[in-house]
C-alpha cells in the first residue's frame, strides 16, 4: 500500500490550490481515503474524508464550506480543492486509507510523503 501526495505551495491568502492523492497497491473504491495535516510544533490532525465506494464526504469544522474532496476511481486517484485558503492552513498535507473514515492518527498504519501547503503574503 502507498500514497502519495502532491500539488502542494505557496499562495497568497485567498487563494486555492487543488491537492492530489495517488494510491496504489490497492483498490480505491473498497477504501476511506483520508486527509490530514500537520502544522510546525502541532500535531497531526484529521482535515476531511472521501469514500471510496459512494464518494460520502466529511469535513473537520475548520475546513468545512472551503475544502472539497473528490475521487476518481479508475486512476486510483483522490483529490483535495482547496479554497479561500488562510494563513492558518499552512501545513504538511497527507493522505492515508482505512476502511473507515477514523478521525484519529492511530488508527493509520500507511503515510506517505506528505505536501507542504504554505498560504502567506
Known amino acids: 500500500v502507498q500514497l502519495q501526495a502532491s500539488g502542494g505551495g505557496l499562495v497568497q491568502p485567498g487563494g486555492s490550490l487543488r491537492l492530489s492523492c495517488k494510491a496504489s497497491g490497492f483498490t480505491l473504491d473498497h477504501y476511506v481515503i483520508s486527509w490530514f495535516r500537520q502544522a510546525p510544533g502541532k500535531e497531526r490532525e484529521w482535515v476531511s474524508c472521501i469514500r471510496g465506494n459512494d464518494g460520502t464526504t466529511y469535513y473537520s469544522d475548520s475546513v468545512k464550506g472551503r475544502f472539497s474532496d473528490s475521487k476518481d476511481n479508475a486512476n486510483n486517484m483522490a483529490y483535495l480543492q482547496m479554497n479561500n485558503l488562510r494563513p492558518e492552513d499552512t501545513a504538511v498535507y497527507y493522505c492515508?486509507?482505512?476502511?473507515?473514515?477514523?478521525?484519529?492518527?492511530?488508527?493509520?498504519?500507511?503515510w506517505g510523503q506528505g505536501t507542504q501547503v504554505t498560504v502567506s503574503s
Open positions: 492515508t486509507a482505512e476502511l473507515a473514515c477514523y478521525r484519529d492518527v492511530e488508527s493509520f498504519d500507511h
